[in-house]
């Protein structure tokens, strides 16, 4: 049998110690449970810690990320707006156009639609110039000065580097393509146009023109040249080649019945009219012009509409044409803006659903279970109290109690 002696002072150390531990755990449990995290410091869990903290750091980016995106759409919202103003300015244009060829119109009248023609023109120029909120042009695609666009006679000259930035996994691209938009339009039908050189008051005026046989259209241009004999009054025309080595006229003389069409190199085009010795009409390959070239060239015909009626004739059925394929790439603009403005709404989803989900990793790493916690205090709180108590009678254990 072994006899063990243990000291008073060591067994209140050791007590005390107990205390002192339990104490600790208490307020180490306490402190968790009122900041709401089951790791105040790294120390505490550094694993949790470390998921926890790359966790923020994914949040303030998508953050980050949904702010330039917020900015972003702004822009291509104002440029989407500018293009739907301006397409709306091109129809009141259109209309304009059809009225300018009523027959029952004279120059006078003419004239007062020259003004609105004139009107127009210079608010889609002021559409192309516009600017977002931080005074950049929305139209400079991959870049060009303060003004993209300047005003010139006729039409307008362009300060833009032509292309559309593209956007990214988080964004938008930061600008519109301004020269796809305003400085990209087909002269004619796309294809050919068709110019007319004419005295002054002939009557003598060209539609559009067909394609007959793609297969023989070779991009050489030609020239419809028009005499009429002074006697008789019969008109003919013989056709002239640009094409290298060719014996002209390639078309001899040939009689010319208004209305009928000519054809040449897999094109045809309709001449009416009473042409004139010296008219001519030159069928060349398709161009590319810039909106407001078309523009300014159907307000000329319209000012001259009293003095050389073919040329009206011919500016308003050509400068229609051209005008739908400049407003054509208008829309298609704005359709491309709307589709990012689209974009941007997935876009924005997917980054609060990426910032949920962070959330939520970050939660599950340092976030307390409360009602765990609330247990385990309150458990910490009644060994505590029993620790003191068994430590006031571990007091009491003392032989000068027993002598006194």
Not at 3 to 18: K, L, Q, V
């Amino acid at each position: 049998m072994s006899i063990a002696r243990i000291g008073t002072a060591n067994m209140y150390d050791s007590t005390i110690n107990n205390l002192n531990s339990r104490q600790s755990g208490l307020v180490d449990l306490m402190e968790k449970t009122t900041s709401g995290k089951r790791v105040v410091r790294a120390s505490d869990d550094p694993v949790a810690a470390a998921q926890a903290e790359r966790a923020r750091t994914r949040i303030a980016r998508s953050e980050n990320d949904q702010r330039a995106l917020s900015a972003q759409r702004d822009v291509i919202a104002q440029g989407e707006g500018k293009l739907g103003t301006a397409h709306d300015a091109l129809k009141d244009f259109r209309d304009l156009i059809l009225q300018a060829g009523n027959g029952s119109y004279d120059q006078k009248a003419r004239d007062a639609l020259v003004q609105q023609l004139e009107s127009l023109r210079d608010q889609v120029l002021s559409y192309a110039n516009a600017k977002d909120s931080n005074g950049l042009p929305i139209f400079r695609g991959l870049g060009s000065k303060e003004n993209p666009v300047l005003s010139a006679t006729p039409g307008a000259s362009s300060q833009l580097q032509p292309g559309q930035t593209s956007g990214t996994d988080t964004g938008l691209p930061i600008a519109l393509d301004g020269f796809s938009t305003w400085m990209n339009v087909p002269t004619g039908n796309g294809v050919f146009e068709v110019s007319r050189q004419s005295a002054a008051g002939s009557s003598a005026y060209a539609d559009l023109g067909t394609v007959q046989n793609p297969s023989q259209i070779t991009g050489d241009s030609y020239k419809i040249n028009f005499t009429k004999d002074a006697t008789t009054g019969a008109v003919t025309y013989t056709i002239d080649s640009t094409a290298p080595g060719a014996t002209n006229p390639v078309v001899p003389a040939t009689a010319f019945k208004s209305g009928d069409s000519i054809s040449i190199g897999g094109m045809s085009v309709k001449i009416s009219g009473d042409p004139a010795t010296g008219d001519s009409f030159t069928l060349a390959p398709s161009e590319r012009t810039d909106l407001f070239s078309v523009l300014d060239n159907v307000i000329a015909g319209v000012k001259n509409g009293g003095t050389d009626p073919g040329g009206l004739q011919q500016v308003l059925g050509r400068g229609l044409n051209e005008l739908d394929s400049g407003m054509s790439r208008v829309q298609a603009m704005r359709s491309f803006a709307g589709d990012q403005l689209k974009r941007a709404d997935r876009l924005e989803d997917d980054m609060k659903g990426q910032a949920l989900q962070q959330e939520d990793a970050r939660s599950r790493a340092e976030d307390i279970d409360m009602i765990k916690a609330l247990s385990d205090v309150e458990m910490q709180k009644v060994g505590m109290q029993a620790a003191l108590q068994s430590y006031a009678s571990i007091q009491k254990l003392s032989l000068f109690n027993f002598i006194n």
